[in-house]
């Protein structure tokens, strides 16, 4: 810590002491608190390591952007919608891997030396078990959209920054990475938090629908309504169906609504069998039954017969589950 000046010694220090404090509370298990738990007990961090975060080899990176080389074309032109919303206040847009490693950005021209000094730079690796509390790497963790303001983050180091991040899903509904904006001269207050969230998380979603979009682009894809999808704020309801109805992919929000698992999948599952199995919780089976029918019927744009084969039922029996769970569509159903 010697090359600190006395008052930022004195602000690490004084930061320090506030993580070191967690220790002394009972946890409930969420929240910043609980991460901090986890730097200090599971990842053995010290909050006052003065070390910017480790950067990947030039063939390390190669690798990684290899790897994620499909998404990273899918979320070019979505990167580049996010920059030119967020660039005049300050941000710059950056894409990670699972890992945390950083792998495309958007900055400008004038921020490049603030984002080389705090490595919101290609290559650098920005993990939770590496940096401790942050944007990137708590996300991660934690699989759902957070901010990290300033001295919300574990190390001292990093407590000029602001990081606004919300998960990017892959096409089986996991976590491939995560999108983040993140400022080295943030407003103190934080009043534009709640605006950067829905930015950031609106593009999150727009990354995961081109993508399974352009991974399914040979099967039919079925968009669920969002009434009762767990992870409707980050993650599109969709479905893809081969020719005979049965489902070869959903998102991570239409997994939840069909109660589907990995294993599921992997044997082969109809729509309608999807739909015969839910349980009567979380989302209630009527309820949920109504949301797949519903965007059955928004695909067949009305039209009953088209609907039921959609689903794999007769039209009879679609007829029969409209009456029942009342559904309505402006302009009728033909």
């Known amino acids: 810590m010697s090359q600190l000046t006395p008052s930022r010694r004195l602000h690490a220090q004084h930061h320090t002491d506030r993580v070191l404090s967690v220790l002394e509370r009972p946890s409930d298990g969420t929240g910043l608190s609980a991460s901090w738990r986890r730097c200090l007990l599971h990842y053995n961090l010290d909050p006052e390591r003065a070390e910017p975060p480790t950067m990947l080899s030039g063939m390390e990176l190669r ?73 990137v790497g708590t996300c991660l963790a934690e699989q759902r959209p957070v901010t990290v303001h300033r001295d919300q983050h574990f190390r001292s180091r990093h407590t000029k920054l602001t990081c606004t991040v919300a998960p990017l899903f892959d096409a089986g509904g996991e976590v491939a990475g995560a999108l983040d904006i993140s400022s080295f001269r943030p407003d103190p207050e934080g009043n534009i938090l709640p605006l950067a969230m829905a930015a950031v998380q609106e593009t999150a979603r727009r990354i995961e629908q081109a993508y399974f979009h352009e991974v399914f682009a040979r099967c039919l894809i079925l968009s669920l309504p969002e009434d009762c999808a767990a992870d409707n704020a980050v993650s599109v309801p969709l479905v893809a169906l081969d020719g005979e109805r049965r489902i070869m992919g959903a998102t991570r929000a239409a997994r939840r609504i069909l ?3 990995a294993q599921q999948m992997e044997r082969g599952v109809s729509l309608g069998d999807a739909l015969g199995q839910l349980p009567a919780e979380p989302y209630g089976l009527a309820a949920a039954e109504k949301q797949v029918l519903a965007g059955a019927l ?37």
Do not use: P
């Not at 919303?85 to 490049?112: C, F, K, N």
């Not at 794999?312 to 409209?322: C, D, E, F, N, W």
């Open 63 to 135: 690798h990684a952007r290899g790897y994620a080389g499909r998404l990273i074309h899918v979320a070019d032109r979505e990167l580049d919608r996010l920059h030119r919303l967020t660039s005049g206040l300050g941000y710059a847009v950056l894409m990670t891997d699972s890992e945390g490693v950083i792998l495309a950005r958007r900055v400008q021209e004038i921020d490049e030396g603030g984002c080389r000094h705090w490595q919101l730079w290609t290559g650098a690796l920005w993990s939770e078990a590496v940096e401790g509390t942050n944007g």
């Open 298 to 334: 928004a695909a067949a744009q009305g039209n009953v017969s088209a609907a039921a084969a959609l689903l794999g039922i007769s039209r009879a029996t679609l007829h029969r589950k409209i009456k029942r769970l009342k559904l309505q569509r402006e302009g009728g159903f033909r």
């Open 259 to 261: 109660n589907l698992d």
